[in-house]
T-cell receptor
C-alpha cells in the first residue's frame, strides 16, 4: 500500500527564519513520483515540484529546496528566509505507475509571522 | 481562461436542492478528478475519469453523481445532500493518470444547510 506521512501538523516561525517540512512515504513501486503542493488560504492547490524515484539530486528553486533520500524514504522541503506569503498548508503526495491516483499526506500548516 | 477553472466558487444549498458543480480544464489533459476536502480531514479522492471514462469511484454516496461529457469538462451533480457534505470540492486534471502531475482548480466551497 502507498502512504505519505507528514508528522508536523503545524509549524510557526518568524519571518526570515528557515523552515523544513518533513515528508516520509511508503510504496512498493520501484518507479514512483513525489510531489509538493501549496494550499494558501484561497484554497487552490498550487503545484510546486515533481520528482521521480530515479532522480535523487536535490533541487533548489529560489528560496525553496527539496531533499530526496530514498534510503530513508523521505522527501523534505525547506524554505529559506521565510516570508509571510509562505503561510499556507503544504501537502506532500505520492504517485506511481501501479495506481491511478495521488496519495496525499495530511498536510503541514505553516504560519510565518512578521 | 487558462489552467483549471471551477464554477461556482461558492454554493449554499438546502438538503432538498439539486445543483451541479462545473470544472473545465484548458490544458489538453486526458484525465480529470474530483476531490473533497473537509475541515480537519485529509484530501479525499472521489472520482477519476480517463478519456471520459470513469476509472475510479472511491465508495462515494450516490447523492454525488459525476459526469464527463468530454475530456475538457467535468461535472458533479448534487442532490439531497447532508450537512456533513459541506466541504471544499476540488477539481484537477493531468495528462495521464499514473504518475503525472495533477493541476488543481480553485475549488467550490459548498455549504449544505
Amino acid at each position: 500500500a502507498q502512504k505519505v506521512t507528514q508528522a508536523q501538523t503545524e509549524i510557526s516561525v518568524v519571518e526570515k527564519e528557515d523552515v523544513t517540512l518533513d515528508c516520509v512515504y511508503e510504496t512498493r513501486d520501484t518507479t514512483y513520483y513525489l510531489f509538493w503542493y501549496k494550499q494558501p488560504p484561497s484554497g487552490e492547490l498550487v503545484f510546486l515540484i515533481r520528482r521521480n524515484s530515479f532522480d535523487e539530486q536535490n533541487e533548489i528553486s529560489g528560496r525553496y529546496s527539496w531533499n530526496f533520500q530514498k534510503s530513508t524514504s523521505s522527501f523534505n522541503f525547506t524554505i529559506t528566509a521565510s516570508q509571510v506569503v509562505d503561510s499556507a498548508v503544504y501537502f506532500c503526495a505520492l504517485s506511481g505507475l501501479s495506481f491511478q491516483k495521488l496519495v496525499f499526506g495530511t498536510g503541514t500548516r505553516l504560519l510565518v509571522s512578521p | 481562461e487558462t489552467g483549471v477553472t471551477q464554477t461556482p466558487r461558492h454554493l449554499v444549498m438546502g438538503m432538498t436542492n439539486k445543483k451541479s458543480l462545473k470544472c473545465e480544464q484548458h490544458l489538453g489533459h486526458n484525465a480529470m478528478y474530483w476531490y473533497k476536502q473537509s475541515a480537519k480531514k485529509p484530501l479525499e479522492l472521489m472520482f477519476v475519469y480517463s478519456l471520459e471514462e470513469r476509472v475510479e469511484n472511491n465508495s462515494v454516496p450516490s447523492r454525488f453523481s459525476p459526469e464527463c461529457p468530454n475530456s475538457s469538462h467535468l461535472f458533479l451533480h448534487l442532490h439531497t445532500l447532508q450537512p456533513e457534505d459541506s466541504a471544499l470540492y476540488l477539481c484537477a486534471s493531468s495528462q495521464e493518470t499514473r504518475g503525472d502531475t495533477q493541476y488543481f482548480g480553485p475549488g467550490t466551497r459548498l455549504t449544505v444547510l
